[in-house]
């Protein structure tokens, strides 16, 4: 994708320092987000050949690892080109069993691989996670977040860990400051803010206010999450904020060269790739190929079904062609069909337009009784999941 780019006419900005996670540097500071079913080891690969940063894995839950489920143990390893830089998000809501998941990645090498960074998610707002007072919930119950950080950091010796949280529950239930505050005195290396409370899951427009707000509440760095769709917007979050890095979810959607993006821009480059739709069916066979390699082919190609919406948003492409593509079954079928849809320049209307889901507020479901008390530490009854992912 070398020869199609857009160049922007406004002066160059420049983005944040480099991000320093205890021994871990990461430059520019830019971290994908995990996402379930797809930072996989192939799109963690593909978007890694774009550009560099942090790239983390899906969510890992807790009790599934320590429990050595066959399915959790395959998922939380490393890709040969991650070994000086493996980042694992965990999902638990039992400080113990958090600990024990911290100790077995960073002592026992369950991974295959010492992660470099260990990330706690308290930012899932999935009514699956909620309702057991995980994900977003669990802020609310200060004392028993305090303890997980904590279980985390000590179980991690000199791996980071860092924390991912939202706004709060809703407009009445705030809880990033305290998160924030509680983060830094257990001894995280960083805190990541999505500027949405859980009952907003991806509705609307991140509020990134209180991220500005966080960042003079700590002094420990503080990553800003919402609403980048191009690396201009995360160089106006940085601006606005001062935050000390960003992290990518949504945007990078069927756009995996967003990654080169933000490294231009944080460098101080104008040139933004603008990808024909010859050079976007280029990257749509190798991130299937990568899928294959991993899985099996047929599985690769099943699993890549889920992309091609993306990666062809706003191209012209009939719909015969798009439910060809979405039921594709081998490598050779896919290379077929993109070689039979025309060459067309890349569509700027959907240029800072979301990506991925979307789905209007609702309220948060939650255990009984979970905003009584603030400072209870007991998690609530049965709330480890078993499967990871989301």
Known sequence: ?????????????????????????????????????????????????????????????TRALVERNEKTLQMVRATPDEKDAFSVQLYGVDPGTVGRAVEMLVDEGVAGTRPAHVDLNFGCPVPKVTRKGGGSALPWRRVLLRDIVRAAVRAAG???????????????????????????????????????????????????????????????????NGDIWEADDALRMVTETGCAGVVIGRGCLGRPWLFGDLAAAFAGRTRRALPT?????????????????EQGELHGCTDFRKHVAW????????????????????????????????????????????????????????????????????????????VSGG
């Open 311 to 386: 990666y062809l948003k706003g191209f012209s492409v009939g719909s015969d062609v798009r439910r060809a593509l979405a039921m594709v079954s081998s490598l050779d079928e896919l290379a077929e069909l993109l070689a039979g849809i025309p060459d067309q320049p890349y569509p700027t209307a959907v240029l800072g337009g979301p990506r991925g889901r979307t789905s209007p507020p609702r309220p948060v479901a939650l255990p009984e009784g979970w905003l009584a008390d603030r400072d209870d530490p007991r998690p609530p009854a049965g709330a480890e999941l078993l």
């Open 277 to 293: 739709l010859r050079e976007v069916a280029a990257v749509m066979h190798r991130h299937a190929t990568l899928l294959s390699e």
């Open 1 to 61: 994708m070398s020869s199609s780019v857009l160049e922007r006419p406004s002066s160059p900005a420049t983005g944040p320092a480099p991000l320093r996670l205890g021994a871990l540097t990461v430059d520019p500071a830019v971290v994908l987000a995990p996402m379930a079913g797809i930072t996989n080891p192939a799109f963690r690969t593909l978007c890694r050949e774009f550009g560099a940063g942090l790239y983390v894995c899906e969510m890992i839950t």
């Open 158 to 224: 000199d791996v980071p860990v860092t924390v991912k949280t939202r706004i709060g529950i809703d407009t009445d239930h705030v809880t990033y400051l305290d998160a924030g505050r509680i983060a830094q005195d257990e001894g995280a290396a960083a805190i990541t803010l999505h500027g949405r409370t859980a009952d907003q899951l991806y509705s609307g427009t991140a509020d990134w206010a209180p991220i500005a707000r966080l960042v003079e509440a700590v002094d420990i760095p503080v990553l800003g």
